[in-house]
């Protein structure tokens, strides 16, 4: 049976709602990770720099595996391997729920990287199958979903986990058994829209000539946007590792309060991706990248110094438009290797994963010396990193 198409542009709407669903639950049981820090914590006495560790290790696991999954995808394409790699999250996850030692968590945080490794590169590529001419709508709903389920993660564990304690981690394997049956729709489907989306670029092509980048454009443009992402990736960390801890320590608020404000956070990250992969389909990604990466200056410089209400308000909008990026970030990258997809998510997603892990090990550091307000006010000025994005390569007037 034919999946519902937009018409005139190629987009496979319920193929991209499905993806887009898997990718929520993949990311929800991710995040449940830096969810439990404060569960564990205090059960295993654990201080903010072995807190850094664990995101280290599971971002490492991550990273290390998805440039060379794509590159090999891309040369052999395997529709079904998302599945394989929900058994590794599946496992680490049941691990992590009985855990009983600080070796054992590392162990078990590092299979669910694993996991996430070799799920991200052959989905992307699938996604940008769907997506037709609609490329920024197809890695906006792409996105959402998992930032949907990043989001979801923290308020599950405050109301599940932190009641229940642990084990009751073991009850999310049924996420990853959902998202094994819809993988395993979405694989029955690569080879018919790839052969649509393959056709359709021919077609948008004729009589046209294709664009080659030059070798300097492809490496100055991915060194930026590798930069870029270090200097995004580095103050979302600063939330998602130590967000709650720094709720807890300035406004002394619950863990449940605390993992609900993370809760907002995060599904501020699922509106912002969506609204910046429409939007730049209709301005171009050059400009959203601009907006969003120097956007948020002026919040983050007044954030360590307003009160709870302003805080919350605030880590909204900063998430709202800094999440707006990603998707430009990926298209962009996807635009200039073409012949190159699982390659480039692999790349893109391990980035996110490797950057992350490593600022959240130094921030972890930052914190046990200086404490988290400190590095609330430290990460204010990430954004101005965003200045790099004056030497992006200009590709869209290219085109």
Request: hydrophobic share 55%; with cysteine; aromatic share 10%.
């Amino acid at each position: 049976m034919a999946t519902a198409t937009h018409s005139g542009t190629g987009t496979h709407l319920a193929v991209l709602a499905i993806l887009g669903l898997a990718h929520l639950l993949n990311d929800l049981m991710q995040s449940l990770i830096p969810a439990v820090y404060p569960i564990l914590k205090d059960a295993y006495a654990l201080d903010f720099a072995q807190i850094g560790m664990i995101t280290l290790t599971f971002q490492i696991a991550g990273a290390m595996l998805q440039p060379v999954v794509g590159l090999v995808t891309d040369r052999h394409p395997a529709p079904y391997s998302p599945v394989v790699g929900m058994m590794f999250t599946l496992s680490g996850l049941v691990s992590l729920a009985f855990a009983h030692s600080y070796p054992v968590i590392l162990v078990s945080v590092t299979l669910i990287g694993i996991g996430s490794s070799i799920f991200h590169p052959e989905a992307t590529r699938t996604a940008r199958y769907a997506a037709g001419s609609r490329q920024g709508l197809a890695q906006g709903i792409f996105q959402v979903g998992g930032q949907a389920g990043g989001a979801l993660g923290p308020a599950l564990a405050a109301l599940l986990i932190v009641p229940w304690g642990q084990p009751s981690l073991a009850w999310f394997a049924v996420a990853a058994l959902m998202a094994m049956m819809l993988l395993t729709w979405i694989g029955s489907k690569q080879s018919q829209i790839g052969a649509e989306f393959a056709a359709l670029r021919a077609r948008s092509q004729t009589g046209t000539q294709t664009v080659q980048h030059s070798q300097a454009t492809i490496v100055i443009g991915l060194l930026v946007l590798t930069f870029l992402m270090f200097t995004k990736n580095t103050y979302n960390e600063s939330f998602r590792s130590f967000y709650t801890f720094y709720l807890i320590e300035r406004f002394d608020l619950s863990i449940p309060a605390s993992q609900m404000m993370l809760f907002l956070f995060l599904l501020a990250a699922a509106i912002g991706v969506l609204i910046g992969g429409i939007v730049g389909d209709r301005i171009g990604r050059y400009r959203i990248i601009w907006i969003s990466i120097l956007g948020p200056l002026p919040l983050t410089l007044i954030l360590p110094y307003v009160d709870l209400f302003w805080t919350g308000v605030l880590t909204i909008m900063i998430n709202v438009i800094m999440a707006s990026a990603f998707a430009s970030i990926l298209i962009y990258a996807m635009d200039l290797l073409p012949n190159r997809i699982g390659l480039i998510g692999g790349l893109f997603y391990g980035l996110n994963f490797g950057l992350a892990g490593i600022s959240a090990a130094f921030l972890g550091l930052l914190a046990d010396s200086y404490g988290v307000e400190t590095v609330y006010r430290i990460c204010a000025f990430l954004p101005l990193g965003g200045l790099m994005a004056w030497f992006l390569p200009r590709i869209d007037d290219v085109r």
